[in-house]
């Protein structure tokens, strides 16, 4: 059924294209996100920390009328968050930062209204397709020379996350908006058929994103 549903969007927003006003511009901003993680058993005493990132691309948004329209977007987006696990079995506390990001090519579709006022509320659900995962590690001691290398990670999660989006902004005369996005996905991005799957082990992803963004056509 995930793999059907942006097709269902994109028929959906083409069913606007004739009709309305259309606006096509470029939007980018700040991603901070968190994985919402469920640990395998004896894998309890792990810290979720959040990870910083970007999005950039672009968006059509189709009138319907004054007020109500569909915005579609296409951006490069990424992801992720730290995981933290502090060991002392060695005697000494050695704790070990994981940074994964994931990189999507997401595509937005969200249901929009703009009051008369220039602020600006949306809803509705983004389809983000894995680019590539990579997870890199922070060591607060020497390990005497024992290295952790950067992994790729691509194959732990699926290929496509869906997420549900809510929405806020304000949007000037001159067109330039502002605006905060959360979107949280609706089921684990793990793969259990990943190589490094645990059983019992999930993890799903929340976003807040602050962009702006400006129209370079109008009709």
């Known amino acids: 059924?995930?793999?059907?549903?942006?097709?269902?969007?994109?028929?959906?927003?083409?069913c606007f294209v004739a009709q309305g006003q259309i606006k096509?511009?470029?939007?980018?901003?700040?991603?901070?996100?968190?994985?919402?993680?469920e640990p395998p058993t004896g894998f309890d005493d792990l810290d979720i920390g959040a990870l910083a990132g970007f999005h950039l691309g672009g968006f059509v948004n189709?009138?319907?009328?004054?007020?109500?329209?569909?915005?579609?977007?296409?951006?490069?987006?990424?992801?992720?968050?730290t995981i933290t696990r502090t060991d002392i079995s060695t005697g000494q506390s050695i704790e070990i930062e994981?940074?994964?990001?994931?990189?999507?090519l997401s595509l937005p579709a969200l249901m929009k209204y703009h009051s008369n006022s220039g602020v600006t509320f949306e809803a509705g659900p983004v389809f983000d397709f894995l680019l590539r995962g990579n997870e890199s590690y922070d060591v607060n001691v020497d390990l005497a020379g024992f290295a952790i290398d950067d992994e790729n990670?691509?194959?732990?999660?699926?290929?496509?996350?869906?997420?549900?989006?809510?929405g806020a902004g304000y949007e000037l005369a001159s067109g330039l908006s502002f605006n905060l996005r959360y979107s949280f996905s609706l089921s684990s991005t793990l793969d259990e058929d990943g190589e490094n799957f645990l059983e019992g082990e999930?993890?799903?992803?929340?976003?807040f994103q602050l962009s702006a963004g400006f129209p370079l056509y109008a009709r």
């Not at 470029?26 to 919402?36: A, I, W």
Request: charged residues 15%; positive net charge; glycine residues 12%.
């Open 1 to 14: 059924m995930k793999k059907h549903l942006p097709i269902l969007v994109i028929l959906l927003l083409s």
């Open 24 to 37: 096509v511009g470029v939007k980018g901003g700040l991603n901070v996100s968190t994985f919402s993680y």
């Open 62 to 81: 189709f009138g319907i009328n004054d007020n109500w329209g569909v915005q579609g977007e296409l951006m490069y987006s990424n992801q992720g968050g």
């Open 98 to 104: 994981a940074r994964r990001r994931l990189n999507y």
């Open 153 to 166: 990670v691509t194959d732990d999660h699926l290929g496509v996350d869906v997420k549900l989006a809510v």
């Open 202 to 207: 999930e993890a799903s992803i929340n976003l």
